[in-house]
């Protein structure tokens, strides 16, 4: 499979705490991205990381990159109740045509 | 509001209904994809379109029939479709070259009865 897979499937955590999900994957890659989704709605581009990078900061988003171990973090820091959402992972599996490949994503819910 | 735009949001059809889902993008992408989301499942690539031209097609089902008439459009022809084809169809465009982000519409939530 050329897909992300990302771990936890749910995480449940409170407002301020920091939430960490993960990402493995199969295929060499260009580059890997993640994507958040409120619940029935369409996918929204968070962070795209280069494969020659190993770290990116957007706002309270940090997200590594080891493709030695073909894996990715996303980390989320001081959430908040509105971060509540699924985040996905994609991966270009090599492709340079722009088509993504995704996971199952992680439940995130942040209590107040 | 992303650019990209799908009709409708829900519809519901019967096993024997032929209906269409259609997607628009104000973006000037040169490439426009299917995808389908189903319930603890991973989204699935189903149609790659660039300039227009189909170049990818994931071992889709011939009851799903897609149509690209120019760049900003897509359409998403349905027929005799099955219970189990009831998911979130999303419609993305992307610049469809390396390194590019996806931009997707807020889907239509399809039922089948």
């Known amino acids: 499979s050329q897909q992300g897979e990302e771990d936890p499937q749910a995480l449940s955590i409170q407002e301020g705490e920091n939430a960490t999900m993960n990402c493995s994957y199969k295929t060499s890659i260009n580059n890997l991205q993640w994507y958040r989704q409120n619940s029935g709605r369409g996918l929204v581009h968070l962070i795209l990381i280069r494969s020659n990078e190993r770290e990116k900061h957007s706002g309270r988003l940090r997200v590594t990159l080891d493709t030695s171990k073909k894996s990715s973090s996303l980390l989320i820091t001081a959430s908040r109740a509105a971060d509540t959402a699924s985040y996905f992972c994609?991966?270009?599996?090599?492709?340079?045509?722009?088509?993504?490949?995704f996971g199952r994503g992680t439940q995130l819910t942040v209590w107040p | 509001e992303t650019g990209v735009t799908q009709t409708p949001r829900h519809l519901v059809m019967g096993m024997t209904n032929k209906k269409s889902l259609k997607c628009e993008q104000h973006l000037g992408h040169n490439a426009m994809y299917w995808y389908k989301q189903s319930a603890k499942k991973p989204l699935e690539l189903m149609f790659v379109?660039?300039?227009?031209?189909?170049?990818e097609n994931n071992s889709v089902p011939s009851r799903f029939s897609p149509e690209c008439p120019n760049s900003s459009h897509l359409f998403l022809h349905l027929h005799t479709l099955q219970p189990e084809d009831s998911a979130l169809y999303l419609c993305?465009?992307?610049?469809?070259?390396?390194?590019?982000?996806?931009?997707f519409g807020q889907g239509t939530r399809l039922t089948v009865v």
């Open positions: 994609a991966t270009d599996a090599g492709s340079t045509l722009g088509r993504l490949y």
């Open positions: 379109y660039n300039f227009k031209e189909q170049t």
């Open positions: 993305a465009s992307s610049q469809g070259a390396l390194d590019t982000e996806a931009f």
